[in-house]
């Protein structure tokens, strides 16, 4: 029998990919046969972590086998997943976001909660299997807390995480604060990025209502240097919103330094923007969000209760 497979979201990012190695693990520690993947290629920021925690990156999938076994972290929205994921037997989703565009044929262990990332669920699962953490699987979910939560200052940041946050750093040998700083930075420098990855590297699909939505996000030290890509931004994002359907493609640069973000929107739809988070578009389809860096919890909440 082959072994189940454990992957997070396409366009994976450092929670998904550390989360589907620390899973991986668990489970092996547990007796089961499992293996970890990724939907994507990784990013600067995780793969910082990955070569400071001395970890291999999960093997690349690109879909599923009819039948296959899997179990879904960091995510469970069937556009966000594999391919062909609804042929797959889903035995287990272990997340921390809206649940939506999700069902099975089967009955399956589903652990959704309100914290800001997998990984401090899956810190929990540790301790609840009474097995324990390795300082590299430490330093993998310590990694994805500080990603998900920019350094404990996003508003999707929980007192769990930040508890998990400083027990982690302590197992893993590491500065909370030094260290975090340092892989933020790491993922924030884009100076050899395309623009086509620019808006695929952190690029989610939504379903609200009938519309279909994209949110692509990047962490910067200096915003205006994305945005002297804007022209080629604007030519990328389109040809995406017209090869895909899309209704709004909401490009988001985060000011990972201010906490702020500015946002590029293209598509029909981009008037909801407007409406969702009550700023005006300027000439050229750009706003600044002041305190906004959450996707999950400012942005696309914003967003499905406009459409």
Do not use: W
Not at 2 to 30: N, R, V
Not at 137 to 154: F, H, Q, R, V
Not at 245 to 263: H, K, M, P, R, Y
Request: proline letters at 2%; charged letters at 25%; one cysteine or more.
């Amino acid at each position: 029998m082959s072994k189940t497979l454990i992957f997070g979201h396409k366009s994976p990012d450092t929670d998904t990919i550390c989360s589907a190695l620390a899973y991986a693990d668990l489970k092996t520690k547990l007796g089961e046969e499992v293996s970890p993947a990724r939907l994507g290629e990784v990013n600067g920021e995780t793969q910082f972590a990955l070569n400071q925690f001395n970890v291999e990156a999960p093997t690349l999938i690109q879909e599923v086998e009819n039948g296959a076994e899997v179990i879904l972290v960091d995510h469970n929205e069937f556009q966000q997943s594999a391919d062909n994921i609804e042929n797959a037997v889903i035995r287990e989703v272990i997340d921390h976001h809206r649940v939506s565009n999700f069902q099975t044929k089967e009955p399956l262990y589903f652990r959704a909660e309100p914290v800001g990332c997998t990984a401090t669920i899956l810190n929990k699962m540790y301790k609840e299997n009474n097995v324990e953490l390795d300082k590299s699987i430490a330093g993998l979910l310590l990694s994805a807390i500080i990603s998900d939560s920019l350094l404990l200052k996003s508003p999707t940041c929980t007192e769990e995480d930040v508890k998990a946050a400083h027990e982690l750093a302590e197992k893993a040998g590491v500065s909370l604060e030094e260290y975090g700083l340092e892989m933020l930075k790491a993922g924030a420098d884009i100076s050899d990025k395309s623009v086509k990855e620019l808006i695929t590297m952190d690029a989610k699909e939504f379903a609200m209502g009938d519309a279909k939505v994209e949110i692509a996000q990047v962490n910067a030290v200096d915003v205006s240097e994305i945005y002297q890509l804007h022209d080629e931004l604007v030519s990328e994002i389109t040809a995406t919103v017209n090869e895909k359907g899309l209704d709004l493609f909401l490009f988001v640069a985060t000011d990972i330094l201010n906490n702020d973000s500015e946002v590029l929107a293209v598509g029909a739809s981009k008037d909801k923007v407007k409406t969702a988070f009550n700023v005006s578009l300027d000439e050229n389809d750009r706003a600044l969000l002041e305190g906004v860096v959450s996707r999950k919890k400012q942005i696309v909440t914003a967003l499905t209760e406009q459409f």
